[in-house]
């Protein structure tokens, strides 16, 4: 960490970039590390599309236990303190890898989910989208078509949505200070969008305890939770 302590008060267009990181303090098991996702379940058995082609029905298994997990964690204070930043700010985007719907809980409007949700289905049939938080989801077959609803998560091998990469690339183009907070950075596409700020001139901050493969290219990287770092870079912004 240098010495260079960025204060969101002295910045207008914010795009905050999250992770897995950002959820750890409401109790949401990230993927990677101690006690990761991908440490306990096999994602080729469980999240990717010929998975769910060779047995649906596992695959929705694992999606509604995590349903359940999720859905009983709350938004902690971090996802909080990003909704009343847009709030304050003339432009605040959240541009989030995860799949928890809490940033939306928290109160952010202005939030693009590059990996999809998962309190959303879509039909591998037609295609028709359909938002709930029913656990189990157990309506498995589309009524107009008869295809196999699967969640609307941009599982492994499948292409993230155009729409959501290009509205996220335009926020991240146009902001002039980008904050990646408890992210890897190691799943692309996603990981490298962040960059794009670099070319837009913004100044780049990196939220995570450990180093990651990019810290490199962010202006400093605080090493802490996403909370704390969060708190420290809201300094002389009225957020009462
Ligand atoms: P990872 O699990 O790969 O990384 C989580 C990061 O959060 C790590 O770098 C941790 O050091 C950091 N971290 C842990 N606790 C933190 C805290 N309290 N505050 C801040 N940072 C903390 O999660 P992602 O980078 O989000 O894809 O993973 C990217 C994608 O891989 C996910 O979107 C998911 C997964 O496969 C899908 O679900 C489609």
Redesign the pocket.
Known sequence: MNDFHPRIAQFERVVFF?????S??SGVP????TG???KEYD?EAY?CQPAFDADPAKVWEFHNFRRRLVGACAPNP?HTLLARIERLLPQVTVVT???DGLHQLAGSRRVLE???SLWRVRCAGCGQRHAGRDVPFADLHCADCGGWWRPD????GDALRADVIRDAVEAIADCDLLVA???????YP??ALPLEARRAGATLVE????P?PLSDAYDVSLR????E?LERMCEGLALN
């Open positions: 999250t992770g897995a990181g950002m750890a303090e990230t993927y990677r590390g990761g996702v991908w994602y999240a971090g890898q995860n799949i590059l990996h999809g998560i941009v599982w492994f907070i408890g992210t890897s950075a190691v799943v996603a990981a939220i995570n305890p450990e990651t802490g939770t996403a909370t770092m």
